[in-house]
């Protein structure tokens, strides 16, 4: 029972069987939900702490839904949710922003620079998790020059 829990929820209640793209579509999810919580939260100081104490429950779900699928199964989606959610913590609201951090994580996502690949490659749901949340880190720097220097709200 508690797998099929985990697998639903890794599924992000089964966005990831979506036939083409999975891991696009959950990160369009993301997303959406970025667009469509408030400013007022999402540009609180301690907003940053959503991923961050997030991503062990997320190793530990996808870890256990893993049991019963394909190793880093395409399916399991949960991981690029998270991630993109590091791409957008320490700035502003904005839908530019939003839509930006969509594309890096995508990219980095897809194309996994070093050492992105080598994350994949820790054990169980770590590696599973790890991978995005690097991805999520590097387009989050990516945002945070391009903020800096031309103001992107």
Same mark, same amino acid.
Do not use: H
């Given at each position: 029972?508690?797998?099929?829990?985990?697998?639903?929820?890794?599924?992000?209640?089964?966005?990831?069987?979506?036939?083409?793209?999975?891991?696009?579509?959950?990160?369009?999810? +993301?997303?959406?939900?970025?667009?469509?919580?408030? +400013?007022?939260?999402?540009?609180?100081?301690?907003?940053?702490?959503?991923?961050?104490?997030?991503?062990?429950?997320?190793?530990?779900?996808?870890?256990? +839904?893993?049991?019963?699928?394909?190793?880093?199964?395409?399916?399991?989606?949960?991981?690029?949710?998270?991630?993109?959610?590091?791409?957008?913590?320490?700035?502003?609201?904005?839908?530019?922003?939003?839509?930006?951090?969509?594309?890096?994580?995508?990219?980095?996502?897809?194309?996994?620079?070093?050492?992105?690949?080598?994350?994949?490659?820790?054990?169980?749901?770590?590696?599973?998790?790890?991978?995005?949340?690097? +991805?999520?880190?590097?387009?989050?720097?990516?945002?945070?020059?391009?903020?800096?220097?031309?103001?992107?709200?």
């Amino acid at each position: 029972m508690l797998r099929k829990i985990c697998k639903i929820i890794s599924t992000l209640f089964y966005i990831g069987y979506f036939p083409i793209a999975p891991g696009t579509v959950g990160t369009l999810a +993301a997303l959406i939900l970025y667009l469509l919580l408030p +400013a007022s939260v999402i540009d609180l100081p301690c907003f940053w702490l959503f991923p961050i104490l997030l991503t062990i429950p997320v190793v530990t779900i996808v870890s256990e +839904a893993e049991k019963g699928m394909n190793r880093d199964d395409k399916r399991i989606v949960l991981d690029e949710f998270i991630g993109y959610f590091y791409a957008i913590i320490f700035l502003p609201k904005s839908i530019i922003i939003g839509v930006i951090a969509f594309l890096l994580f995508r990219f980095f996502d897809i194309y996994k620079p070093p050492p992105i690949n080598d994350l994949q490659k820790w054990p169980s749901g770590w590696g599973v998790v790890a991978d995005d949340v690097m +991805a999520g880190i590097y387009a989050n720097l990516i945002l945070q020059v391009g903020y800096f220097i031309f103001l992107l709200t």
